[in-house]
């Protein structure tokens, strides 16, 4: 035994144990690589040791710069490539032609929630694995969502307007807001009006951890991007303890109302009869499915109250982002005052002829704020590649000639496509009524009686250029059937959360717009940065309808 302990501590068996360890480490951290096909790779010199494992540490840094060349040498001609990771297993990157193959597949052959599972770690950091595996509330949202945003419309109103008014304050004085923090706390707070309604939607407490949760979720990503697999396991119980702590946060306030709400629409159910109206919340869509489908396990409380975890992550960044970006897009353009005013006028006209409440065809009138909103998720987008998928089954290009073996990841370079001008002509430009515009004179045609028998069509084509539509050349929301069910929330909310800002306050432009950072292959707004808003004297006006 001694001698063996001593042979083990010897200086060369601790260099050979540590090269042992590297060598496994690096070995897990890039071992999924075998099943790719035969496809050229940016930023990955052949001739190097380690090319791949060097390439995918570069790709921090090198994303926009290898997203071009990739899409300048292959994507633009309709080839596929493979972009080396940062996480340390390469994406195959298709092009636009090749996003109705790969969609088209059975979700067993190419898997979205796969997709989730690996790139949101899953495995680790929701505080509950099971979550991830088997994604019930992505089905709750997808079921429900669109079938009750109209009847949520005034339901957003109130919230919005009110924590607006909170954010952005009443007083006519100049002040500075930070805009991240403001639309933090304005998306926090609207969503969960969705989520968990009033009153616990307001609830300080409630809000400041499951933004911490979000937040928390964000940084174990970028941390666990640096451990190799087989460490995850072992780390991933010390680095999720906030995590496991902003749940209970939440927990404490959701439990008790999903027990009630379990309890009350069992008696509304035996008793239609009972005095009480079933609220239009996710815990409401989330109960009515479980049950129409029998799933018992899901009626848990516990596993409900997690459940709203991974939502809340889905909607408050993400959200959160496109409304700093497109704030920061508007006010920071060269045609800021220009802007401002248009969507001001369009806000006072569809305004006053919805009587100061806002429904889903009153909102579909704004089409400015519509357009604004797109062409900044368009210029400003936080995410770089869209359509992201695991396979799972072996799958054949049969056009191209190659095949993804299970376990290879697949998805689309959005930015590039959103940055071509034979798509977008002036791409570089930020122009708040690129979609809008030929919609107007359109209109305006229509209304001079310049109608031809190709307008029928013409109203349909423009109808489809909204924010809400997802296409090959538009795909911040993803396309397909998968397409993020979140959506159509996120344009009522945000053109609502526009047009009160413009009805009610006076903006001061900026001098320029401040620029976003990149973080390997995602671009973040600006987190500090403020702009100066003066609520307007006369929004006394509008003032009866917010309270
Ligand atoms: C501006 C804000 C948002 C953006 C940019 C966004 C973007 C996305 C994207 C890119 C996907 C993946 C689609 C795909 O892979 O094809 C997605 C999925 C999803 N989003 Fe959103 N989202 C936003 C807001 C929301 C909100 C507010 C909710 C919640 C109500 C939500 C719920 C979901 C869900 C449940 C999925 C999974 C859908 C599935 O896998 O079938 N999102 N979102
Ligand atoms: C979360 O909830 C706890 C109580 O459970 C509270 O003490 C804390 O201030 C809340 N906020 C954050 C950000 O953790
Ligand atoms: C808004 O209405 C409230 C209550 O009616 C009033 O106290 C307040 O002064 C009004 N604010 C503005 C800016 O007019």
């Not at 990841?409 to 959103?418: I, K, M, P, R, W």
Request: aromatic share 10%; hydrophobic share 40%.
């Amino acid at each position: 035994m001694d001698r063996l302990s001593d042979y083990l501590t010897s200086p060369i068996s601790i260099v050979l144990l540590a090269v042992c360890g590297l060598a496994y480490v690096l070995h897990s951290r890039f071992s999924n690589n075998g099943a790719l096909p035969d496809l050229p790779w940016v930023g990955k010199a052949d001739d190097q040791l380690f090319a791949e494992a060097r390439a995918s540490i570069a790709s921090f840094s090198n994303s926009r710069r290898w997203l071009n060349e990739g899409y300048t040498k292959y994507t633009k001609k309709g080839l596929s490539y493979i972009f080396p990771d940062f996480s340390g297993t390469p994406n195959v990157i298709i092009p636009r032609e090749e996003i109705k193959w790969l969609i088209d597949h059975d979700d067993r052959g190419v898997s979205v929630s796969e997709m989730h599972h690996e790139q949101l770690e899953g495995a680790y950091i929701f505080t509950d694995p099971y979550l991830l595996e088997r994604p019930f509330h992505e089905d709750v949202v997808h079921k429900a969502l669109a079938r009750k945003i109209g009847l949520l419309v005034p339901d957003v109103q109130d919230e919005m307007q009110n924590a607006m008014d909170d954010v952005f304050g009443l007083e006519t004085e100049w002040r500075e807001v930070c805009v991240f923090e403001a639309m933090m706390k304005v998306i926090a707070r609207v969503s969960n009006r969705m989520f968990v309604g009033l009153p616990l939607c307001r609830n300080e407490e409630y809000l400041a951890n499951a933004s911490a949760f979000a937040q928390d979720i964000i940084t174990d990503i970028a941390l666990f991007s640096f451990i190799p697999k087989a460490l995850k396991p072992l780390l991933a119980p010390i680095l999720t303890i906030p995590n496991r702590k902003h749940y209970r946060g939440t927990a404490k306030h959701t439990l008790p109302l999903i027990h009630e709400r379990l309890e009350l629409m069992d008696r509304k159910a035996r008793d239609p009869s009972l005095d009480w109206q079933e609220p239009n919340d996710y815990i409401s869509w989330h109960i009515n499915l479980a049950r129409a489908e029998n799933n018992v396990r899901e009626l848990d409380p516990v596993l409900i109250s997690r459940r709203l975890m991974p939502i809340n992550f889905a909607a408050i960044h993400t959200t959160t982002f496109t409304i700093t970006n497109a704030l920061f897009d508007i006010v920071g353009s060269r045609s800021a005052a220009d802007y401002l005013a248009g969507l001001e006028e369009e806000a006072h006209r569809v305004f006053a002829e919805e009587d100061g409440k806002w429904s889903k065809p009153g909102l579909a009138k704004l089409v400015r704020a519509d357009s604004a909103l797109k062409d900044s998720m368009r210029i400003s987008g936080f995410m770089t590649r869209a359509i992201s998928r695991k396979v799972t089954h072996r799958i054949t290009n049969e056009k191209a000639g190659w095949s993804l073996e299970p376990g290879a990841l697949v998805a689309t370079d959005l930015y590039s496509v959103h940055m071509d001008s034979e798509i977008y002509p002036r791409p570089d430009e930020y122009d708040a009524f690129r979609f809008s515009r030929p919609r107007e004179e359109f209109e305006q045609s229509q209304k001079e009686g310049k109608l031809n028998e190709r307008s029928k069509d013409e109203v349909l084509r423009l109808k489809n250029t909204g924010l809400i539509t997802t296409s090959e050349t538009f795909l911040p929301f993803g396309h397909g059937r998968h397409a993020c069910p979140g959506r159509f929330f996120v344009s009522t909310e945000l053109k609502m959360l526009i047009s009160h800002l413009v009805l009610n306050y006076e903006i001061e432009p900026l001098s320029e717009r401040p620029p976003n950072k990149w973080f390997g292959p995602n671009v973040i707004p600006p987190m500090k940065q403020t702009i100066k808003v003066r609520r307007r004297k006369e929004s006394a006006a509008t003032n009866g309808t917010s309270h």
